[in-house]
């Protein structure tokens, strides 16, 4: 039972390049969610699904396109990269009812030069 | 979305109870109290949620108002471990949509 999978672990983009981040996990969990935390900050939602084919924007979803497709996967996609978008990015997932807390993956460190 | 209000910083002697307090007045009916915590660049971490009562785990305590408009999060014996940012926010599960506010960074000193 691995959780939820954050791949990769870092990476290093360079301004305008495009990317996905993937997130994968085997809980079932119907709700997923994308956050991002910039250094010294709190986390802010980017994106967040309650099933499949559903998705909805966050706080920050500029520059993020998000599908869910099946309730296993999550992918984050960057369509053309820039410097404010390096951060760290954590994938979460949750049973969806009360007394299901998110768990959260261990994050990918994005930095765009 | 509902807000809550959690002082920036608190020390915490290593062995003593740690009681970090969230204001979070315009929560809704329907909505529980959540707590995480994320230790250094890990990912958060659950805690311990309550809708009105108060709550125990292995980890922690949870202490929620009759207005509910706050509650307190006890570790009652803080270790070095414990040092970390802890987020306090409403959720109801029927959104999905999960706010992380400021928190409050604790730090457990020896």
């Known amino acids: 039972n691995a959780g939820v999978t954050q791949t990769p672990k870092f990476q290093v983009l360079k301004t305008g390049q495009s990317m996905t981040l993937q997130c994968a996990q085997d809980?079932?969990?119907?709700?997923m969610s994308w956050y991002r935390q910039d250094p010294g900050m709190g986390l802010r939602l980017i994106h967040y699904s309650v099933g499949a084919g559903i998705t909805d924007q966050g706080e920050v979803p500029n520059g993020y396109n998000v599908s869910r497709s099946t309730t296993e996967d999550f992918p984050l996609r960057l369509l053309s990269a820039a410097p404010s978008q390096t951060s760290v990015y954590f994938c979460?997932?949750?049973?969806?009812?009360?007394?299901?807390?998110?768990?959260f993956g261990s994050g990918t460190r994005l930095t765009v030069v | 979305d509902a807000k809550t209000t959690q002082p920036p910083s608190m020390d915490c002697a290593e062995g003593r109870a740690a009681n970090l307090p969230c204001n979070h007045s315009?929560?809704?009916?329907?909505?529980?109290v959540y707590w995480y915590r994320q230790i250094h660049s890990q990912g958060p971490q659950y805690i311990i949620h309550?809708?009105?009562n108060n709550e125990t785990n292995e980890m922690a305590s949870l202490i929620i108002t009759e207005d509910r408009k706050s509650s307190t999060l006890i570790l009652p014996h803080a270790t070095l471990r414990d040092t970390a940012v802890y987020y306090c926010m409403p959720f109801s599960g029927n959104t999905g949509k999960l706010i992380f506010g400021q928190g409050t960074t604790l730090q457990v000193k020896p």
């Open positions: 979460a997932s949750s049973g969806g009812t009360p007394g299901y807390g998110y768990t």
């Open positions: 315009t929560i809704s009916g329907n909505e529980y």
């Open positions: 809980m079932n969990h119907e709700y």
């Open positions: 309550g809708l009105k």
